[in-house]
């Protein structure tokens, strides 16, 4: 298992029983933007991103930016990314131990530069994450690569084939997008991607690689094909809404909303969750880009079973927030998390919380619904459990210290002032 990548340092100060009534905003996609950015170094000229979370795992991939040759400037939510004087193949550890999306420059740099050393990533710590498919997928576009030293060594060499086929074992979005974007300068090659994952966030990244002069056909399918091209130009581009920050404060609407109107969504992407909410008898009033939801909290409810599946099936990336709302409904719910091993560790913080949470397997969940929750002091492990925690918090009677929780700047922007923004006070001390 991987060790905890994160020093174990902040804490949320949380009173309960607190209501959220107003207007949040969705801010930009975090898993669009960290790859579409590792994809910037495959081209000499100026991108403009808009809509960037102002958040620190895009500061980490900034800094990875930085460390190839690149310099990027930020104005409020853009980022200017161009070419400095200094070209590097060479990424150490410091900024790539601290998030693993950090390892998607390692194609793209040894496309650029021939030869590239990149150190191996961390990330949250949810269980065994390996980058397999990704050495795999890239050896087949000529990259051959030596794992020494806890780095990445990488060399390319041109492939004979005309055409390569990749098959994934697992729809892996990181490999998808990995390999996605080292094909498209592979010249005069075609790769066809099988059984790729199908995130939105991998549109968004191939959307962003035509419109860079990329040729990639099949978006949003499970096959993708890359014709290769010489050059990739600068372009300007938004990134799509975070599904995953607007799915958390949607349950937390559903915890503790009074006219929560929560804005600049894409319900397309959010399907898996408003059909498990449809199923739970939970009401939300869903216009175009915005859903209003106020607590549900006072109704019949109905348990239910959450299994977590690739796009477009239930995101794991919600389902601890999912398991605070399942763990104040009457009757038993079972939630299987089937893509990180590691990801039911905040069962137990629940349970200090008076849930009544039982895991089986390691991957199985079994939620009996109480009442309510009352304030603990709990320790968050990952980014996900960070927020879930804080939802949990905000419904419980009491006070709520949540431990280790910097993980949550990780991927949700300026938390503390859109909460304040609906009514919501939570004080946080470094
Ligand atoms: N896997 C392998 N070998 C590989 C790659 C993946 O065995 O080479 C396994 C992993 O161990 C895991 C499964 O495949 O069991 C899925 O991993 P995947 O590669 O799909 O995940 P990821 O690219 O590491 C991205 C998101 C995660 C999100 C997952 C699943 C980014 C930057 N990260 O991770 O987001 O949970 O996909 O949807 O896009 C988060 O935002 O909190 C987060 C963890």
Redesign the pocket.
């Known amino acids: 298992m991987e060790s905890l990548r994160i020093d174990n340092t902040g804490k949320l100060i949380v009173s309960g029983m607190q209501q959220a009534n107003g207007i949040l905003e969705i801010s930009g996609a ?2 669009s933007v ?2 579409i950015m590792a994809a910037c170094i495959l081209t000499d000229e100026k991108i403009i991103l808009r809509n960037v979370p102002d958040i620190s ?1 895009v500061n980490t991939m900034i800094e990875i930016l930085e460390s190839s040759g690149k310099t990027v400037n930020r104005v409020k939510d853009t980022l200017y990314i161009e070419k400095s004087e200094k070209i590097n193949s060479e990424i150490p550890y410091e900024p790539v131990r601290k ?3 950090s390892f ?1 420059v390692y194609g793209p740099l040894t496309v650029i530069n021939k030869i590239s050393k990149v150190a191996l990533p961390g ?2 710590s ?11 997928g890239l050896m087949k576009l000529g990259i051959e690569s030596k794992i020494e030293h806890g780095f990445v060594y990488g060399k390319i060499k041109p492939i004979e084939k005309s055409e390569v086929h990749i098959s994934l ?9 990995h390999i996605l974007t080292t094909a498209t300068l592979i010249d005069g090659v075609k790769t066809i991607i099988n059984n790729c ?1 199908m ?1 939105p ?1 991998i549109d968004d990244l191939a959307n962003f690689l035509n419109k860079m002069g990329a040729n990639i056909e099949g978006i949003g399918t499970s096959k993708i094909i890359i014709h290769g091209v010489k050059k990739l130009h600068g372009i300007d581009y938004k990134v799509i809404p975070d599904r ?1 920050e607007a799915g958390t404060f949607i349950i937390m609407g559903a915890l503790i909303g009074k006219n929560l109107t929560i804005k600049n969504i894409n319900a397309e992407h959010l399907e898996s969750l408003f059909s498990k909410l449809d199923e739970m008898n939970i009401e939300y009033n869903l216009k175009g880009n915005e859903v209003k939801i106020s607590s549900s909290l006072n109704k019949k409810l109905n348990a239910t079973i959450i299994d977590t599946a ?2 477009p099936g239930f ?3 919600l389902q601890s927030q999912m398991m605070v709302l399942c763990s104040l409904i009457d009757g038993r719910t079972t939630i299987k998390e089937n ?3 590691n990801r039911l560790s905040i069962i137990d913080e629940l349970n200090r919380m008076g849930a009544n949470i039982k895991a089986e397997n390691n991957n199985l969940a079994i939620v009996d619904g109480v009442r309510f929750l009352s304030g603990a002091p709990v320790q968050a492990t ?3 459990s960070s927020a879930a925690l804080l939802l949990a918090a905000l419904v419980a009677e009491g006070e709520t210290i949540i431990n280790n929780v910097d993980h949550i700047f ?2 949700y922007e300026k938390i503390e002032e859109k909460l304040k923004n609906v009514g919501i006070k939570i004080e946080y001390y470094e």
């Open positions: 975090k898993n960290l790859p795992d998030m693993r999306a998607n990330g949250c949810l269980g065994a994450r390996p980058v397999n498919f990704h050495i795999d074992d697992f729809p892996s979005v990181g490999a998808t997008e994952a995130e966030e995953i690739p796009y995101p794991t990336d893509i990180f091993s990952d980014l996900r990780r991927g």
